[in-house]
């Protein structure tokens, strides 16, 4: 499969991260992600301007301009898609960039590494899932960083619990996000989405915009209780869009059907992503 690597097109088998990288030794890097929607790309300047805004949150300067990562985004797409034979598949892209060699534990850094992915992206089939909370919360998560033990420990309980995801609540006792997405709750015809300690998803933010024709909305404060008590629920992400919730911890969402508000929300997301 070809990447682009430190400033080069190659095979993944040509990579190489020396193990003294500050990525690899301490978890100093950042990432972003994005998919293709019909074999296209869609919201790639949202998540380049994330990915600039993380990076230099992070003290990780970006060899290139947007402009230039945009198009070197578009040129591994076409190299892919070359590669596959077909673009009927779709792809998830992933941009990666560490500390490199010159680390923050030698006085500076120059060097990072710096790696773009595009696999084909599995199809997603689960109409709706279950989640279940979990008191935890994320350092710095306005900052996508590829130190991710939070996730990792959000997700194993996910998994354990027989979930598809895991609900953060902060030491307040709010809901924050979920590992990979954000959540949004329906109560009497009012979205509501956490507001604070979150990632502002790119999805999320899309979300919000068609939804201002269907319905109130609220990004405020979310308790558990008000979580229990929801209409409907659902998650956002880039890769798998609008995903209804039906149970949290054991509990029934509304009826444990996927509410009518969601589908009509999920459908104008679709239809948007698809134009």
Do not use: W
Not at 68 to 79: G, N, R, S
Not at 125 to 141: C, F, N
Not at 183 to 202: A, E
């Amino acid at each position: 499969m070809i990447v682009f690597f430190n400033g080069k097109f190659v095979d993944e088998n040509e990579v190489s991260i020396s193990m003294n990288d500050g990525g690899f030794l301490m978890g100093h890097g950042v990432y972003e992600a994005l998919r293709t929607f019909g074999g296209k790309l869609r919201f790639v300047d949202e998540h380049i301007d994330r990915l600039f805004a993380s990076a230099e949150s992070m003290g990780l300067p970006l060899p290139y301009s947007k402009n230039e990562l945009a198009d070197i985004t578009q040129e591994l797409v076409a190299k892919r898609y070359e590669e596959i034979g077909s673009n009927d598949k779709e792809l998830r892209i992933r941009y990666q960039i560490t500390s490199g060699l010159d680390s923050v534990r030698y006085g500076g850094i120059k060097n990072c590494t710096f790696i773009i992915t595009a696999f084909e992206l599995d199809k997603f089939t689960m109409k709706s899932v279950k989640v279940v909370t979990l008191d935890i919360e994320r350092v710095s998560p306005k900052v996508k960083t590829t130190a991710m033990i939070t996730n990792i420990l959000c997700k194993k309980f996910a998994y354990e619990n027989g979930a598809y995801e895991s609900l953060m609540i902060n030491h307040n006792g709010l809901v924050t996000e979920g590992t990979f997405s954000n959540i949004f709750l329906i109560k009497d015809g009012v979205l509501k989405t956490p507001k604070d300690d979150i990632l502002k998803g790119i999805t999320r933010s899309e979300i919000l915009k068609l939804a201002k024709d269907f319905m109130s909305i609220e990004e405020c404060e979310i308790s558990k209780d008000e979580l229990y008590l929801a209409d409907e629920i659902f998650l956002s992400s880039s890769t798998v869009g609008l995903l209804p919730v039906t149970h949290v911890d054991e509990r029934m969402v509304g009826d444990g059907e996927i509410g009518e508000s969601t589908l009509e929300l999920k459908k104008a997301y679709n239809d948007f992503v698809s134009k």
